[in-house]
């Protein structure tokens, strides 16, 4: 992509909207839905204050440490690359209320990250370093999604002072493919 560089990616598929799918489809999503309308909050902002005072009645570590999300519901990228894979939650309870769909969501971002750390453990098992992970777009802009990933890799997490730099890379890749630019370093 840049001469003289290489480039890995690593990616899982759709989790902006694996997340949507696992809280819009709980029965608690109504009333998450009316909270957070009431509070004037988006609702992923209203599930991670949810969950600061969830944290403040119980210990960190068994924070739905029962609940376990696959995150696979649309195959995976990566590093398995297999499309025919499913996701799975394991773990669920007949509850409906708002805390077990806060523990639903928590337990997704979580899956989410492993998926992320097991990529990373690929990259490395094949000779790679990586010292940190660099965010960008829209789920980089959720503080608990960021802060899962320091956690369960260990790394630093690094965001982008550019807002919208994934239509920012676009604009500019599609500026050189064009042929206006005669690289994307210009």
Not at 49 to 77: C, K, S, Y
Not at 166 to 176: F, N, Q, T
């Amino acid at each position: 992509m840049v001469p003289g560089y290489w480039l890995n990616e690593g990616g899982q598929s759709a989790t902006g909207r694996l997340i949507d799918h696992v809280v819009r489809g709980h029965n608690g999503y109504e009333e998450l839905q009316r909270r957070a309308e009431e509070s004037g909050q988006h609702v992923y902002a209203y599930l991670n204050r949810h969950l600061d005072q969830m944290r403040a009645t119980r210990p960190e570590r068994i924070l739905g440490a029962d609940l376990h999300v696959w995150p696979d519901f649309h195959g995976n990228r990566s590093p398995l690359a297999d499309v025919t894979l499913k996701g799975m939650i394991v773990g669920l309870t007949l509850s409906k209320g708002l805390d077990d769909l806060a523990l639903l969501y928590l337990a997704t971002l979580r899956g989410i990250a492993l998926g992320t750390r097991h990529i990373i453990e690929a990259m490395m098992k094949s000779g790679h370093a990586v010292c940190s992970l660099f965010m960008c777009g829209g789920l980089s802009k959720n503080p608990l999604f960021v802060q899962v990933h320091a956690d369960v890799t260990g790394l630093p997490v690094i965001l982008s002072k550019e807002v919208e730099s994934v239509l920012v890379g676009a604009a500019i890749l599609g500026a050189c493919a064009s042929g206006d630019f005669s690289s994307i370093q210009v």
